[in-house]
């Protein structure tokens, strides 16, 4: 295994009565867990609020973990990933949604780009600036650009010079946060096309957040559902989509536009079908709280989450 | 269930932005019709002038900054020449529009009910107490569940989705004849966003409105539309039926559109990219075929000069006539590793 997070949990401290005292917690991620293969892409998809950003900036270091550990190549690296030099630092990097807000607007593109170097790599300066002009040849932008400022740039080359910066240092894993959901379709495309190529040449393991199925199913070999900050369901992808066991992954499968109208009638009929079995089993498939259960195997590889009570059935 | 009574019709429009005192047309002679119990689909991607066509159709813009020429004919009366109060008087009323943002279409500091309560003021003769059991029923409608205590409370104790279900709700208050409505479902979740949807197909079923839904989402369309036109660059350059359309895209553009959408059913395919950017307002190509630049594979003889729609199968309107000579450049072996902008 090249990576794994282990029952990972973010809890955000809620204050207030006297003395401002901590008085609830928000469990933004609640105990989850994960295996990265090099090489492959993973999916997170969830709603708005599910917790999928916050487990992507946790594993980075963005964001305190409460409990759990994040496991890579073999070290427990959960605290080490806070300390600036270390190699877990240098081997993960991360995509943001909107790469106009994610870049310094007073920098030239040559310094944006020179940051992760000067950070991890000791180059010379003719060596980083023979790096910064590869950089930018791999994410095909002339060389002319690294004097530009980022406000210079459209929004599908500003995404593609966040991409250049996440690339870097060589690093294994990436995870990127909505990194196509602010584009136009064709730009998006495009986008898309060029994270599949670089995955493709330099054997880059993605984690990849997005509300978009479409999006993940293009992308991700591995895909898993995320709700109230726990996983619903997780598996291959062929396994999600063709064999979805929970009723949220249905419900959010009936939900996403097919690009056809032929049959649509029936798909919303469909959909309101699911949805009043998803308003009528609500209390069935989750916990007296509210709370996701614990995954239970469908297959080897194809996870849901259920009810002690129905884990017996299987 | 579709008749041919005409709502709306839009002949030639111009809609110009004043950029150091010249004006440049962001919505270039644009032609088209809405029809009753009809949703009319309005795609493209950003900078193509579909919103910019919203706002003009509901004299949303600002007059000292935009230039409107052509007819807005809506009841025999053209929209465009309308003065502000004049526009007061069809706006809610017979025409309403429903936003991207619910969070700041609404008041923050007005309470629900009062909101929707508003136009009912201005539009109609109704009392006090059958305003408030209107504003129930509205709420009622738009499939709300608790109304007397959504219609005390602000607009930031509801969520994304309940609000916008009370746009919707102030939209249809005076059941106008024509809703036009800008994105409205792509700042929600998915399970929301087909919540929205088939409300919105319930609401037009009952009340037998046009409906000019505006968005850059074909899933939606694919979903919803009853009929679709396709713009690029301020121009319409595809209109059919939408079985028509997805069946049997025609445009480059339109194909090139639908080429880029990660599909849900097909894996591992390429993606294709539309070579090139879109052209900013004031580098328009005015002349000639606006897409040429984007598809400079093809021979400058298969554009026309001055490209015009053209019936190609009943209901079914092209632009140019670059279709017929249109094959993607990966067909011919070319380069997929296409970056350049």
């Known amino acids: ?314 | 269930m579709k008749t041919t009574d005409e709502l709306l019709r839009i002949k030639n429009l111009h809609t110009g932005f004043r950029i150091k005192d010249t004006y440049f047309d962001a919505v270039d002679n644009v032609s088209l019709s809405l029809r009753k119990n009809e949703i009319l689909a309005i795609v493209g991607e950003s900078g193509c002038g579909k919103s910019t066509l919203a706002t003009s159709i509901i004299g949303l813009l600002d007059r000292n900054k935009t230039r409107i020429q052509g007819e807005i004919l809506y009841k025999n009366k053209n929209l465009a020449e309308m003065t502000e109060e004049e526009l007061n008087d069809v706006r809610g009323l017979d025409i309403s529009m429903i936003f991207q943002d619910p969070l700041s279409a609404l008041n923050p500091l007005m309470r629900i009910g009062d909101q929707i309560e508003e136009s009912l003021i201005y539009h109609t003769k109704l009392t006090k107490e059958q305003r408030k059991e209107r504003v129930l029923e509205l709420l009622n409608q738009v499939g709300i569940n608790n109304p007397e205590r959504v219609a005390r409370q602000f607009p930031h104790q509801l969520s994304g989705g309940m609000r916008q279900r009370v746009i919707i709700a102030i939209a249809i208050s005076c059941k106008p004849q024509i809703i036009i409505a800008d994105e409205p479902t792509t700042a929600l979740d998915v399970t929301i966003q087909a919540q929205i949807l088939d409300l919105l197909i319930d609401l037009q079923n009952e009340t037998g409105a046009g409906i000019i839904l505006i968005t850059h989402d074909l899933g939606v369309v694919a979903e919803i539309a009853d009929r679709v036109a396709v713009m690029y660059a301020g121009e319409i350059i595809e209109v059919a039926p939408v079985e028509e359309l997805f069946s049997n895209p025609k445009h480059p553009y339109t194909r090139s559109l639908f080429n880029s959408i990660p599909q849900m059913s097909q894996e591992n395919t390429r993606l294709n990219v539309i070579e090139g950017i879109v052209p900013s307002l004031t580098n328009l190509p005015r002349e000639g075929c606006r897409f040429s630049s984007r598809i400079s594979w093809i021979p400058e003889e298969a554009h026309e000069d001055n490209p015009t729609l053209h019936e190609i199968s009943p209901g079914h309107f092209v632009r140019c006539t670059c279709w017929k000579h249109f094959h993607f450049k990966s067909d011919i072996g070319g380069s997929h590793h296409v970056y350049a902008d």
């Open chain 1, 1 to 314: 295994m090249f990576m794994q997070i282990d029952n990972l949990k973010v809890h955000y401290p809620v204050r207030g009565g006297f003395f401002n005292r901590v008085i609830d917690h928000v469990h933004a991620v609640d105990g989850i867990s994960m295996e990265f293969e090099k090489g492959k892409a993973y999916g997170l998809v969830g709603e708005s609020g599910c917790g999928k950003s916050t487990t992507g900036k946790s594993i980075i270091g963005l964001e305190k973990i409460t409990s759990g550990k994040i496991i890579y190549e073999g070290e427990d690296v959960t605290n080490k990933r806070r300390d600036r030099k270390s190699a877990y630092n240098r081997d993960i990097q991360m995509i943001f949604q909107d790469s106009h807000s994610a870049m310094n607007p007073r920098k030239r593109v040559q310094d944006i780009l020179a940051e992760p170097i000067r950070n991890f790599l000791s180059l010379s300066p003719q060596e980083e600036r023979k790096r910064i002009n590869e950089l930018l040849a791999i994410v095909g932008m002339p060389e002319d650009a690294k004097l530009k400022y980022p406000h210079e740039f459209s929004g599908g080359q500003k995404q593609r010079l966040g991409i250049a910066r996440a690339i870097a240092t060589n690093p294994k894993v990436i995870i990127a946060d909505e990194p196509v959901s602010a584009l136009d379709l064709s730009v998006q495309a495009q986008v898309l096309n060029f994270m599949k190529d670089i995955q493709n040449e330099y054997g880059l393991t993605y984690l990849f957040i997005s509300h978009d199925l479409g999006v993940v199913k293009h992308m991700c070999e591995h895909i898993s559902i995320m709700y109230k900050g726990r996983f619903v369901e997780t598996g291959n992808t062929k396994e999600i989509f063709e064999n979805p066991q929970h009723i949220y992954t249905k419900r959010l499968l009936s939900a996403i536009p097919e690009v056809s109208p032929i049959g649509r009638i029936e798909r919303k009929r469909e959909r309101v079908n699911v949805e009043t079995h998803y308003q009528k089993e609500h209390n069935l498939s989750f916990d007296e709280k509210g709370r996701v259960f614990d995954l239970v195997p469908v297959t080897e590889t194809h996870f849901v989450a259920a009810s002690p009570t129905i884990k017996e059935v299987i």
